[in-house]
């Protein structure tokens, strides 16, 4: 078709890729009628759309015009015959279409999305709000990216660390946080997502609610509620969901503690994990134990005096973030 050769004409244009001879036949199709201007100005607009995400894009506009047409004309409308021109305004909106069914509606979406990056340091959390009212705590030597605004469709955010979220529920936009190993998606709940580098590990916990844990590259996919986790294991390929009742792995996030009858050996493991230090005990008999109470946000050296009072213990840092277990008996 002859009005083919001008779409194809504009298209040249628009990449750049237009000669003298090829602009002039352009601007005296243009001078012919306004329905040629408005194609022009259709397909102008659908390319700034696509931020002429491609130079070369070839298009059937015959079988595009036709899958067009029968969306238009359904049986129960009224058939009008239009003039050959005006085919071609349709034909404008078939590439309208099909560009943005090939490159993807989230492509202008995210157009105007600005993104920031957080970073933490060696003991430090930070607390942030999005702006949709979901609340991030971000552990210590993390890096988390987020829009200032989210787009209609999803609200998709990077981790790389580890962080606590409280995600405002909204059933229209999933909230999606991209990790190294996976992707974590919710509606509306509180979890936590440990995924650093350096690790071969990438667990979710749940506190309330419910998520989904896709690692990359496989088609497994797990499903969690209330209180449970999934671990993924990166170098073997393994996933596995299993029960998690004393949250430890939220530890860190709400720094409450409550212990009833439980094994020093163990308690001390969570605070460990809660403040990032490490503890030896020296005497096998001190491990087992048993310590009851509750410690709600407390100090690490209010545990500590706590602790060496009830058992008659010492702690002595050794190295940074290293403490030694002295003495002490049940």
Not at 14 to 24: A, D, M, R, W
Not at 27 to 33: A, F, M, T, V, Y
Not at 142 to 167: C, H
Request: glycine share 6%; hydrophobic share 35%.
């Amino acid at each position: 078709m002859k009005e083919e050769l001008y779409i194809k004409l504009l298209q040249k244009e628009l990449s750049g890729g237009l000669n003298p001879s090829e602009k002039k036949s352009l601007d005296e199709w243009l001078k012919q009628s306004i329905d040629n201007q408005l194609i022009a100005e259709s397909i102008r607009k659908a390319w700034q759309l696509s931020e002429g995400y491609s130079k070369d894009i070839y298009i059937d506009l015959d079988a595009e015009f036709l899958q067009l047409e029968s969306r238009i004309d359904e049986p129960e409308a009224v058939t009008v015959k239009m003039k050959p021109a005006r085919n071609w305004l349709k034909i404008a909106a078939a590439i309208i279409v099909l560009i943005v069914s090939v490159f993807g509606i989230s492509r202008f979406l995210q157009e105007d999305i600005h993104w920031v990056t957080q970073n933490t340091s060696e003991n430090q959390v930070v607390e942030l709000t999005l702006a949709d009212g979901s609340k991030i705590s971000l552990n210590q030597n993390s890096t988390f990216t987020y829009p200032e605004n989210f787009n209609t469709q999803e609200r998709r955010v990077k981790l790389s660390g580890e962080a606590f979220f409280e995600v405002f529920h909204n059933p229209n936009a999933p909230f999606i946080v991209e990790g190294r190993n996976g992707e974590t998606t919710v509606l509306g709940t509180s979890f936590n997502v440990r995924n650093y580098a350096l690790e071969a590990r990438t667990i979710v916990t749940v506190r309330d609610g419910k998520v989904r844990f896709s690692p990359n590259g496989s088609t497994q996919h797990v499903d969690l509620t209330a209180k449970e986790k999934a671990v993924f294991d990166k170098e073997r390929g393994t996933l596995i969901k299993s029960k998690d009742e004393r949250l430890v792995a939220i530890k860190w996030h709400s720094k409450v503690f409550d212990f009833e009858d439980t094994p020093l050996e163990q308690a001390l493991d969570e605070l460990g994990k809660a403040y990032n230090i490490e503890f030896e005990i020296l005497d096998e008999k001190l491990k087992s134990c048993p310590l009851t109470g509750n410690y709600e946000r407390k100090e690490l050296n209010v545990i500590f005096q706590y602790l060496e009072i009830s058992y008659g213990m010492k702690f002595i840092e050794v190295a940074p973030k290293k403490y030694k277990v002295e003495g002490g008996n049940c």
